[in-house]
């Protein structure tokens, strides 16, 4: 009885919190707000006319497209599996929050970082075949592009990630640890207190450019350009396989920019209660708002100029980061 | 539980989710097939290169790349295999010092 009240746990931990509709409702709250504030730099007024202030409009947009019982894709799309890639892509995000402190139920163990960077993998390769399995043009191009960035990005951003949780739970690498009980606090010496801040600064400065071209925001939205390559790695797709798709992306960058936040402002820790949880929350808006506003204040760059700049800070930082809280 | 029991299981439990989830989804949904997107040019006579997929790489990678190109790809064995005894003598002697060092691997 024992072990399946436990699967039973972990099944509510990935679907409903901090899982699937936490991280569905988060994502798309968090697109209002980014959609807004890229409407106030643009002078524009952004979603208005669903919900108060309009912050239901991502809900009815996905809504409509999940609903609409006619998918219309290219010759040769296999779309059903596109949809199943989609699905899994969501669930194994939305199964890696189980590693976060939440709720009471979280799992942890040693070196589970590896484990999280392993099942957010799973997201990028979707929205990679999403483009190249649509078997056209656009979305191949779209999806060629993601995955020669994603060839830099996820290294640059397992790297500064396991850096972050090395300084922050030295003899664990525990996410776990790394976020409910920072090793920061307990720095003895200056030096050694100098020496942690530096590493997360650099590990910050990559994983944020690296996190940019992941979640495809400005300037590396070179993957789905869409007065270049018509929306790229999403052209062939409508309907529920669209609307999924543009959830993924949603929850990805929730979940990564959440995750950010709380390795970033370790300070206070998050444990499983509500208050803990609005201020996790706050850090969360505070980053996604500085990401946005320097994001979209620069212009889309070309792929190799975005690889070239992906080598030659990021990757660079996170080694020198990685290296740093290897040598404390 | 360890780190690999715990990916084992989350991988698990996310692949059958992701099943449950997509079926009724994918039995509901009707698929409609339309000619590829194009902006509008006939789709006949198109075809997509596979072989270009990598030129962003490529291009950052070119010097090394054309090495690559210049030593590997002619065609010879002994060319490919002259490129790669520096690496295999390296991994040899790196072997060798582990097998000394803590006396196994």
Not at chain 1, 53 to 69: N, T
Not at chain 1, 309 to 317: E, Q
Not at chain 2, 74 to 93: H, M
């Amino acid at each position: 009885m024992e072990p399946l009240i436990e699967f039973l746990k972990l099944i509510f931990t990935a679907l409903v919190y901090p899982g699937l509709a936490f991280l569905t409702i988060l994502g798309l709250v968090s697109q209002w707000y980014r959609r807004k504030l890229i409407a106030r730099l643009q002078n524009r007024v952004g979603p208005k006319y669903v919900g108060p202030a309009g912050i239901l409009q991502p809900f009815a947009d996905i809504y409509k497209l999940l609903f609409v019982k006619e998918l219309v894709t290219g010759a040769y799309t296999p779309a059903r599996l596109i949809l199943y890639l989609v699905i899994l892509g969501i669930v194994a995000l939305s199964a890696s929050t189980a590693l976060l402190p939440l709720t009471p139920l979280y799992i942890r163990a040693e070196y589970d970082v590896l484990v999280f960077i392993y099942l957010t993998f799973y997201a990028s390769i979707a929205m990679s075949l999403i483009g190249l399995g649509s078997v056209s043009p656009y979305p191949g191009f779209g999806g060629v592009r993601y995955a020669t960035m994603l060839l830099v990005f996820e290294p640059v951003i397992a790297i500064s990630l396991i850096s972050m949780v090395k300084v922050l739970a030295p003899n664990t690498l525990s996410l776990a640890d790394a976020l409910s009980n920072p090793g920061i606090l307990r720095a003895q010496q200056p030096l050694q207190w100098i020496f942690h801040v530096a590493t997360i600064i650099l590990a910050a400065i990559s994983f944020s450019i690296a996190l940019l071209s992941k979640t495809m925001l400005k300037p590396f939205d070179i993957p789905e350009a869409e007065t270049e390559i018509a929306g790229g790695y999403l052209a062939e797709l409508s309907g529920p396989a669209l609307g999924l798709s543009i959830l993924l992306h949603e929850v990805e960058i929730s979940l990564y920019v959440f995750l950010f936040a709380n390795l970033l402002i370790p300070i206070p820790p998050i444990l499983p209660a509500p208050l803990s949880i609005v201020m996790s929350l706050i850090k969360y808006f505070i980053v996604l708002t500085i990401l946005v506003l320097v994001a979209y204040s620069m212009g889309r760059l070309k792929l190799d100029q975005a690889l070239r700049a992906l080598i030659k800070v990021p990757l660079l930082l996170s080694i020198i980061s990685l290296a740093l809280s290897f040598t404390i | 539980m360890d780190a690999l029991g715990i990916a084992t299981i989350l991988t698990t439990m996310s692949i059958v989710l992701a099943l449950i989830l997509w079926l009724p989804i994918s039995l509901r949904t009707r698929i409609r097939r339309t000619e590829l997107y194009l902006s509008g040019e006939p789709q006949s006579g198109f075809t997509v290169r596979v072989t270009e997929i990598s030129w962003a790489v490529r291009r950052v990678f070119e010097r090394i790349y054309e090495i690559l190109i210049g030593h590997v790809q002619t065609g010879i064995f002994n060319d490919w295999f002259a490129l790669s005894l520096p690496y295999l003598l390296i991994l040899l002697l790196l072997l060798v010092i582990v097998v000394t060092v803590r006396g196994g691997v």
